[in-house]
C-alpha cells in the first residue's frame, strides 16, 4: 500500500509540474509573440500611411492618422491568433512628426478559477529621415 500511494503521489505531481510549465510556456511565448506582431505591424502600417504628396512638396514625413489605423487594424487582424481575445488602443497618434502608441491587451487560453490571464503590450513608434528643413513653415515663420 505504501509503494502504490508513492506512485500516486509521484503521477500527480508530474501531471501538477506539466499544467504548471504549460501555463508558464503559454504566458511568455504569447507575451512575446504579441510584442513581435505589434512591432511590425506599426511598423509596416506607419509606412503605408505616409502621405507621399506632402513628403514630395516639403521633404517632411507626414502620416495620415485614419489611413494608419485602418492599415493596424487590417494587418493584426490577418496576423492575430483565433484562440485568444484582443483590446486594441491607440494612444497619442501624430501627423507630423509620424508617431503612434499602440497599446494590446489579450487574454490567454489558459484559465484558473475562470480568470483568464492577460498580457498587456505597449509600443511607441517615430517615423523619420534625414533632417531636412521645412521651406514652407519657415518662410510662414519669416526666418
Do not use: Q, W
Request: proline share 1%; aromatic share 10%.
Amino acid at each position: 500500500m505504501n509503494k502504490a500511494m508513492l506512485t500516486v503521489g509521484i503521477i500527480l505531481l508530474s501531471m501538477i509540474a506539466l499544467v504548471m510549465i504549460n501555463v508558464i510556456s503559454n504566458y511568455s511565448t504569447g507575451s512575446e509573440l504579441d510584442y513581435y506582431m505589434l512591432k511590425e505591424t506599426t511598423e509596416s502600417a506607419m509606412g503605408d500611411a505616409v502621405d507621399v504628396a506632402y513628403y514630395r512638396r516639403s521633404g517632411l514625413l507626414r502620416m495620415d492618422k485614419e489611413k494608419f489605423v485602418e492599415n493596424f487594424l487590417c494587418r493584426f487582424a490577418d496576423t492575430v491568433d483565433n484562440t485568444r481575445e484582443y483590446n486594441v488602443g491607440f494612444y497619442d497618434l501624430s501627423e507630423i512628426p509620424p508617431k503612434a502608441s499602440v497599446k494590446i491587451d489579450s487574454k490567454t487560453v489558459v484559465s484558473v478559477k475562470g480568470e483568464r490571464a492577460g498580457i498587456s503590450t505597449k509600443i511607441d513608434a517615430i517615423l523619420e529621415t534625414g533632417h531636412k528643413k521645412d521651406y514652407y513653415v519657415k518662410k510662414s515663420l519669416g526666418n
